[in-house]
């Protein structure tokens, strides 16, 4: 199942994609035998109460698409997809966590998973244009694999930590580096309003399959900057969520940045900086290609 977020006139509602058109989800949901009650109006409400049996759920959203043309919203490009997850209470990030990547800094490996956070505020959507560009000159680019989670997780094992996992999403971590190399913390560069694009959907793992066997590649204007594979992560998704569980509550629709590979722009030489006007492209085997362009700086 490919979950979104769509913009209403009521405000923002959780939706479901399928082929090429968008459905409101509270509305397919009304349809569905084992729907419990409670509202369900944005995704992350939707992964509070449907996050442990996602499976079941979906098959039988499935199965309504077809026969409810009032769920249809309309199509992919006559619909505003926003962030995924509009309202995460959690925004986590993990740091060097390519071999490739750790080897382009010139660091020495991570024992453990270096963690940083974002606010909500940094989230955009498919539909979105970056921002940052009116406080930084160095705008660089990081194509990222993220993690939704769809149960409440706290102290949980490595081997079941995936079952703690909703969904995955491209997800471009754009960091202001400059900002970032004023001090030792990094929250200044990862922190800028607008800047962290991702989408366009969430893609459930029983779509997606093994997670740690997913191709990534960054484009910018279409010329690929970046290229790996999720099989090269020092830290996999289990091992993410199992450690993030044992100091702090994971919560339906917290989303983890599970870390990018080698070829940033500020280890080319000359640095590659994005500039106004410039298309990113992530784009992740079985999850789904994500599109932006940066924005002008706001006078």
């Not at 793992?205 to 099989?231: F, H, K, M, W, Y």
């Not at 500039?275 to 079985?286: A, F, L, S």
Request: net charge negative; hydrophobic share 40%; charged share 25%.
């Amino acid at each position: 199942m490919k979950i979104v977020s769509y913009q209403h006139e009521s405000g923002v509602r959780g939706g479901v994609l399928v082929d090429d058109a968008v459905y409101d989800l509270e509305l397919l949901l009304q349809g569905c035998r084992h729907a419990v009650q409670g509202a369900t109006t944005s995704v992350r409400e939707f992964l509070e109460l449907y996050g442990d049996r996602l499976g079941e759920i979906s098959a039988e959203i499935g199965a309504l698409v077809s026969q409810d043309p009032v769920a249809r919203v309309g199509s992919r490009d006559g619909v505003r997809l926003t962030a995924p997850v509009s309202d995460p209470s959690k925004v986590l990030c993990v740091g060097l966590n390519y071999k490739d990547h750790v080897a382009e800094t010139g660091r020495a490996f991570p024992e453990y998973p270096d963690v940083f956070a974002k606010f909500a505020s940094t989230m955009v959507g498919p539909d979105d244009e970056i921002g940052g560009a009116k406080v930084s000159e160095n705008l660089d680019f990081e194509g990222e694999l993220a993690v939704v989670i769809g149960r409440r997780a706290s102290e949980v094992t490595e081997e079941e930590a995936l079952d703690y996992v909703a969904a995955l999403a491209p997800l471009n971590d754009v960091t202001a580096r400059d900002l970032q190399y004023r001090g030792t913390q990094w929250l200044a560069g990862k922190a800028v309003d607008g800047s962290t694009p991702w989408g366009p959907a969430l893609v459930t793992l029983d779509e997606v399959g093994d997670p740690q066997a997913l191709e990534l590649a960054t484009r910018v204007n279409g010329i690929e900057v970046q290229r790996s594979n999720t099989r090269y992560q020092i830290f996999p998704i289990a091992r993410i969520v199992s450690y993030l569980s044992s100091f702090l509550t994971l919560e339906p629709g917290d989303v983890i940045a599970t870390g990018t590979p080698q070829g940033i722009g500020a280890k080319r030489t000359p640095p590659v900086w994005l500039e106004p006007g410039d298309t990113v492209e992530i784009e992740i085997e079985k999850v789904g290609v994500l599109r932006n362009r940066v924005g002008k700086p706001q006078l």
